[in-house]
């Protein structure tokens, strides 16, 4: 079996994944990758979204698309850039919409994320790699069918948890997930090419949070 280098818990709920046929090609061209082009996120952050939030914290789940493709943005989180980064226009209007959903000022803010998925946001790409200002250039090569997997683990072992999909591509992951036991907001991507079309004046924050609260949870402090 290939190691992985990723946090305990997920280590243990994802061994068998790991065994997988799809998953071992996968590594072996993601290795390959790294050695004969320049490809994001650093080696070290590719499983980060896992490394900061454990199993057992997960309670909020924003799925994005793949990595940012230019140099010092990609962290290892959906949406999240490397402190001190300009703002992408995405995570521009996700920081609007918390302005608009929670009345306080966050457009000042840094694009590091971290605090979020410290208190259980776990914010995961569909694709967790990519090559330099190539967008998409690691799609269909078994990324997904592992944040499929991965979803489909959080879906049959936990309870309650809010997931947030943004755009048609997150939005795939509807299929996988029991909206019975799960709240699952869905809107169009924060991208300033469909954040018009529906992103804004969704209230995600707060009904996360009441979801939660609803729910015997910690609520995040966004």
């Not at 943004?166 to 090419?193: E, F, M, Q």
């Amino acid at each position: 079996m290939v190691e992985v280098n990723i946090e305990k818990s997920w280590k243990n709920a994802l061994r068998d994944i790991f065994e997988k046929d799809y998953f071992q090609a996968l590594v072996k061209f993601v290795k390959q990758e790294y050695k004969e082009k320049t490809i994001f996120p650093k080696p070290q952050n590719i499983f980060r979204a896992f490394n900061l939030c454990p199993v057992d914290k997960v309670s909020v789940v924003i799925i994005g698309q793949d990595p940012y493709h230019d140099e010092n943005q990609a962290n290892g989180l959906a949406f999240s850039v490397n402190s001190g980064e300009k703002l992408p226009p995405s995570l521009k209007n996700i920081y609007k919409e918390l302005e608009l959903d929670l009345g306080k000022k966050f457009s000042d803010r840094d694009g590091d994320l971290t605090k979020w998925a410290e208190q259980g946001v776990f914010l995961i790409n569909s694709v967790l790699t990519v090559q330099a200002h190539q967008a998409g250039s690691h799609s269909n090569r078994g990324w997904e069918q592992f944040t499929d997997d991965v979803i489909s683990f959080l879906n049959k072992e936990k309870q309650h948890i809010v997931y947030i999909l943004w755009g048609n591509y997150a939005k795939k992951k509807c299929d996988i997930i029991d909206r019975k036991n799960n709240l699952v907001l869905t809107s169009a991507h924060p991208s300033p090419l469909s954040a018009s079309r529906g992103f804004f004046n969704n209230n995600f924050f707060s009904k996360a949070n009441a979801y939660l609260r609803a729910n015997d949870k910690n609520e995040i402090v966004w």
